[in-house]
């Protein structure tokens, strides 16, 4: 069963001709360990049933040693019924006795199993652990598509490396609920992908939003890069850890 991958940014000093294009701003809609980025293209405006709106791409900078969860999209994990997604991390060390038990515990039996294998974790004998919540229709963030990328962020490949993208839930407008996606984003960039799921979904929802996106990196790639002192795990909203902690 795979789960959830990167909530982080790709904007670095590597990347002056992006820089040009976008604007940081901050945003905590996530996690308060983490602080969010909100991107916007400069001009490149869209018409949508004579409404101009911007394509917003989302990405998050981790801070220091909170990465992201690095699994395939724990929010679009069950998307149209295809089943789960093949993991990117494979071979991956997972401490699958955490799934159930709380954060607490599980840190707990991380640290058991790390001092009595050191040799496995580049000799340390605890890890932390970083934990992500799975991602509900009832979040402030409910209206992001989620575009999951290749290693390099600059291609979308989505949960199922197939360039497909989907979206979990309706899109409600007047109290109708309408099925939205799957879009074939394959060969496109994050913008190029974002712009046109806004041109196929206009209108604004009931709850006075636009669709948007939100760019998820595996872990791995250049500007997400493992860490050797860290187990990134799923927890629910009730706190219980409900995908293996993954060991990178």
């Keep these: ?30 996690e308060a360990e983490l602080q969010a980025r909100q991107l916007r293209l400069k001009g490149s405006n869209t018409n949508l049933n004579n409404k101009k709106q911007r394509v917003q791409i989302e990405r998050k900078r981790m801070l220091e040693e909170d990465v992201a969860s690095g699994e395939a999209s724990v929010n679009i994990w069950s998307a149209k019924g295809r089943g789960p997604p093949t993991s990117r991390y494979l071979g991956k060390h997972r401490f699958e006795d955490c799934v159930g038990e709380t954060i607490a515990v599980c840190q707990e039996k991380i640290n058991a199993h790390v001092s009595d294998h050191p040799e496995n974790f580049n000799n340390h004998t605890s890890l932390n652990l970083s934990v992500r919540k799975l991602r509900e229709e009832t979040d402030l963030s409910y209206y992001k598509v989620v575009l999951t990328t290749n290693l390099n962020g600059t291609l979308v490949e989505g949960i199922y490396a197939d360039g497909m993208i989907y979206y979990p ?80």
């Design 169 to 248: 839930w309706g899109w409600r407008v007047g109290g109708e609920v309408t099925e939205i996606g799957p879009w074939d984003c394959a060969e496109k960039t994050p913008e190029e992908c974002c712009e046109m799921i806004q041109l196929d979904v206009p209108e604004m929802d009931d709850q006075e939003n636009y669709i948007a996106c939100f760019v998820e990196e595996p872990v791995g790639g250049f500007h997400n890069p493992e860490m050797d002192d860290r187990a990134i795990g799923v927890a629910d909203s009730e706190g219980k850890i409900i995908r293996a902690p993954i060991y990178h």
């Design 1 to 30: 069963v795979d789960e959830e991958s990167s909530f982080l940014s790709f904007l670095t000093s590597d990347e002056a001709s992006s820089e040009n294009r976008r604007q940081l701003i901050s945003d905590n809609v996530w």
